[in-house]
């Protein structure tokens, strides 16, 4: 049984994978303070399966990009649950999980988010589903003048650009509605098999994927901290 949190954006949830297959799942929308649901729905889930942390085979969690202190809100949990109990934790990109349904299927995929500053973040993929290049934040404009080929969109950030991919890019793309469970089943199915075939991250190193300082610091600078597994 795995327990897989995303809490990198202001849709959060939770949700338990068991064999391949998402056995229940939690979601919620807040703003500013996810740590005040996220406990309470861990221990929801748990409860209605009969089961207690002690008895998980792995824990995931959704790196970002996010909000700063909702990112650090889910992944500090998932450490300390995995840490008191010596259960395998995996990490995997946010904007990995919004495409990962749709790879693999002939069609190029972006992923996008909102990062504020009216700027997103993207993810591309080539239409074998190798990623193009490292996530990189851009103007929405920047985005949809490098699409020259039939596009699936996905991610949170359609909230926001939906109808305007629509309307700029016309056939070019095709838009996968948002939904939060979708990527909370792609975090618990694709993490519960990377640990089966690799294990999991150190718990130690694993840290949030931040693309830039937060707004009280640097705004101009766009820092990566590289995501590596520990060889």
Same mark, same amino acid.
């Given at each position: 049984?795995?327990?897989? /949190?995303? @809490?990198?954006?202001?849709? =959060?949830?939770?949700?338990? =994978? ?12 807040? !703003? @500013? ?28 969690? =959704?790196?970002?990009?996010?909000? +700063? ?32 349904? +749709? ?12 990062? $504020?500053?009216? &700027?997103? *973040?993207?993810? *591309?993929?080539?239409?074998?589903? !190798?990623?193009? &290049?490292?996530?990189? /934040?851009?103007?929405?404009? &920047? ?9 699936? +969109? ?15 890019? $016309? ?6 509605? +948002?939904?939060?469970? @979708? ?13 089966? &075939? ?19 610091? @640097?705004? !101009?600078?766009?820092?990566? /901290?590289?995501?590596?597994? !520990?060889?």
């Amino acid at each position: 049984m795995l327990l897989a /949190i995303d @809490t990198s954006t202001r849709y =959060a949830g939770v949700a338990l =994978a068991q064999e391949g297959q998402v056995i229940s799942i939690r979601n919620w929308y807040s !703003k @500013t303070n996810h740590s005040a649901n996220l406990i309470p729905a861990i221990s929801d889930v748990l409860k209605q399966h009969g089961i207690s942390i002690k008895d998980l085979d792995g824990i995931a969690c =959704a790196l970002g990009p996010g909000s +700063f202190s909702a990112l650090r809100v889910g992944l500090s949990t998932a450490k300390a649950l995995a840490l008191a109990d010596g259960i395998p934790l995996m990490g995997i990109k946010t904007l990995d999980l919004e495409a990962h349904a +749709f790879l693999n299927n002939g069609i190029p995929v972006t992923g996008i988010c909102d990062v $504020g500053r009216q &700027e997103i *973040a993207v993810a *591309a993929f080539k239409a074998t589903g !190798k990623q193009i &290049e490292e996530t990189i /934040i851009m103007k929405p404009e &920047e985005l949809i003048s490098r699409v020259k080929d039939l596009t699936i +969109f996905c991610g949170e950030g359609l909230v926001i650009l939906e109808d305007r991919i629509r309307n700029e890019l $016309g056939g070019l793309g095709i838009v996968i509605p +948002f939904s939060p469970s @979708t990527r909370l089943w792609s975090l618990a199915t694709s993490a519960e098999r990377l640990i089966n &075939e690799e294990g999991g991250h150190d718990i130690r190193t694993l840290q949030p994927y931040y693309l830039r300082m937060p707004s009280i610091g @640097t705004p !101009k600078r766009r820092d990566v /901290i590289s995501q590596r597994r !520990k060889q």
